[in-house]
């Protein structure tokens, strides 16, 4: 009534394991499922429960040795029975004449005592037993649905924990047609929820891969619009008094190297309004709003294919002119893709360009982990009622803040725009 | 999935609130566990090197003289450094039944630590038969993270250690993982300055729920 101990598998792609402790000795009682010794391999240690009651008598292999998967590495007897078992070769094999399996989980018995015993390891039986066919971990519910439509598991790209295959995804396979895709390898596999294709080749569609960009753009966009629950206000703005007063500084800045823009200018008064109202410069860390001390203002910048976010770092530190640089330095370098990492990172608020495009307005969505977003609209003659109610013809522009309600109320944005607004149409000569 | 920031906790202190709720997730009295913490000055071993001291490069007695304490641990790996400014995570995560593979959980706390750094426009990545998250600094490989881990019946303890604002001088106590030819690293020294804590927990866990597929949204 001998039940040999085996190294156990533990993983798909490990073959052997080292024994690193034992934690009980020959001669010990043990119980089923009392740890019995540890086993390390790659970077973990796991304690290895005694697949049988009764005496451990025998230690086949010695700490610190490397055995094989499914090496016998000791002997469990039951008390009386302590010496016949212990002769036998160090691994199974099948010349031994025993009854050994090498594809058994840890502890196969050897004796009409297995009943109550294999019945105690059907779950890890179980979750071997698809090892045989293909390489996943399955449920016996997805298992169940395999056998029934006759798909082969290993042939589905899993998006359940490390990657097993779930109801949903062989659900989805079978409804595919059981488009075959290539299982992907451990170490490169996205744990990202995986698609089934809803096109495939050949029809009338082009399928084109995205661009690392692109999936980073979606990745955050998704992120961004699960996180925060956005709101927008939109508030118009009369661009005459800042547009004289460009027009009267431009030669001086371009004198200087720098290209005196409206998102300039508006980067400039943002900054002032950041500083007025910091629940603009913040995150949501868990139950706690973090309140950003450093102003880093990151600009939206368009490129033939997707986008890019610069950042300023420590924009309220910079003069107008410093500003200016800044933007045209980063759009540029953004634009010839030499930016370095940090440059598109750690920004705390983002003013964004949907007017260069002709839009009156844009709702952006926020830039994690950031609350608040601007959004810039076209700038152009629009008729306006000025003083005395008379009729004129003013540059304006509408900016619009999208902003996380979780921490800003309509009435915190209203306040917001409110000073941005007054900011900039009576934007002092003294700022410039 | 249940995430905990701990905050400054004693290593020991840890050990046993690790022990309880590994007893406590084999018995399926609560849900999978993400710790997130850091410990003072420590230095632990692991099982390879648990009655070896070589790659710890001071004595006990000049350990001890600057607070730094030296624990025997149950974990996999060699020996390593924890200390302020380090983010450790200890999953206690049920792996049973269906994610029984100690490759995979180990390939997935990189995925997690990967993309968690990234954030910060960090690009990590895996060495091959060298586990952790390395950088290429200066045409020289890095650690910015290392993993260790323990499992008992299937359930995870022990886990990884980013080095978000490590004092790296600190390393110079031992030799890390018992790796002699390659570096140390922290992401305050890859950027040029300091992050804070929650934002790289705020990462962490971010990542961790979307690798290990438990988001709780």
């Known amino acids: ?432 | 999935m249940d995430v905990k920031r701990l905050g400054l906790v004693g290593y020991e202190e840890a050990l046993a609130l690790q022990q309880t709720l590994v007893e406590q997730r084999q018995r399926g009295e609560i849900d999978d566990q993400l710790l997130l913490l850091e410990h003072p000055h420590v230095i632990t071993l692991g099982v390879k090197t648990r009655n070896d001291l070589s790659h710890v490069l001071e004595s006990p007695q000049s350990l001890a003289a600057q607070g730094v304490g030296v624990f025997e641990t149950g974990r996999g790996g060699d020996v390593t450094y924890h200390g302020p400014g380090q983010l450790v995570g200890y999953p206690i995560v049920d792996l049973n039944p269906d994610r029984r593979d100690v490759h995979r959980y180990v390939r997935d706390l990189e995925e997690v630590l990967i993309r968690a750094v990234a954030e910060f426009g960090i690009g990590a990545r895996r060495l091959d038969k060298l586990t952790g998250i390395w950088v290429d600094e200066a045409g020289r490989d890095a650690k910015l993270a290392a993993i260790g881990v323990r499992i008992s019946r299937w359930v995870t303890s022990h886990g990884f250690a980013l080095n978000v604002n490590t004092d790296l001088s600190r390393f110079g106590l031992i030799v890390p993982c018992g790796i002699t030819d390659k570096g140390v690293t922290s992401m305050e020294r890859l950027l040029g300055h300091s992050i804070p804590m929650a934002e790289v927990e705020t990462a962490v866990t971010r990542q961790f729920e979307a690798v290990f597929g438990l988001s709780s949204v």
């Not at chain 1, 109801?167 to 596999?189: C, M, N, Q, W, Y």
């Not at chain 1, 900016?399 to 306040?415: M, N, P, Q, T, V």
């Open chain 1, 1 to 432: 009534m001998a039940t040999n101990v085996v190294m156990p598998q533990m993983g798909e792609s490990i073959a052997e394991g080292t024994i690193v402790r034992w934690i009980k000795k020959v001669g010990d009682q043990v119980d089923r499922d009392e740890p019995l010794f540890e086993i390390s391999t790659d970077k973990v240690d796991a304690e290895i429960p005694s697949p049988g009651a009764g005496v451990l008598t025998e230690i086949k292999v010695k700490e610190g040795e490397t055995v094989a998967v499914n090496a016998v590495v000791a002997v469990i007897g039951s008390a009386s029975a302590a010496d016949a078992a212990s002769a036998g070769p160090a691994q199974a094999s099948p010349s031994s004449g025993r009854s050994e399996m090498p594809e058994a989980a840890v502890g196969q018995p050897e004796t009409e005592n297995r009943k109550p015993e294999a019945e105690s390891r059907k779950p890890e039986a179980e979750s071997r037993e698809p090892e045989a066919g293909g390489k996943q971990r399955t449920s016996p519910l997805v298992r169940r649905i395999a056998r029934e439509h006759n798909v082969d598991v290993s042939q589905i790209n899993g998006t359940g924990i490390s990657g097993r295959v779930t109801k949903t995804d062989i659900l989805g396979f079978i409804e595919g047609g059981g488009a075959v895709k290539a299982a992907p390898t451990p170490a490169s596999r996205p744990a990202a929820v995986q698609h089934v294709p809803a096109f495939k080749a050949g029809e009338r569609v082009e399928i084109v891969p995205m661009t690392i960009m692109r999936k980073k753009i979606a990745e955050h966009m998704v992120t961004s619009a699960r996180t925060s629950p956005h709101v927008y206000s939109v508030y118009e703005v009369d661009f005459h008094h800042l547009s004289k007063l460009r027009e009267k500084k431009k030669q001086e800045y371009e004198r200087n190297g720098a290209k005196l823009s409206f998102t300039a200018l508006i980067a400039k008064a943002t900054v002032d309004a950041i500083r007025a109202f910091p629940f603009a410069n913040a995150s949501i860390d868990g139950d706690n709003i973090v309140y950003k001390k450093d102003i880093n203002l990151g600009i939206a910048v368009a490129l033939d294919q997707g986008l890019l976010v610069p950042v300023i770092r420590n924009a309220d530190e910079k003069n107008l002119l410093g500003l200016s640089r800044a933007i045209d330095d980063l759009a540029t370098r953004a634009r010839s893709k030499k930016l370095s990492p940090e440059e598109v990172q750690g920004g705390t608020f983002t003013i964004t360009n949907p007017g260069i495009f002709g839009a009156v307005y844009g709702l952006p969505l926020i830039n994690q982990p950031q609350v608040a977003i601007l959004g810039v609209g076209a700038i152009e003659k629009r008729v306006v009622v000025v003083e005395n109610d008379a009729i004129a013809i003013h540059p304006t522009g509408h900016i619009s803040l999208g902003y996380d309600h979780r921490l800003i109320d309509g009435a915190d944005a209203g306040r917001f725009l409110t000073y941005l607004k007054q900011r900039l149409e009576t934007f002092d000569e003294s700022w410039m």
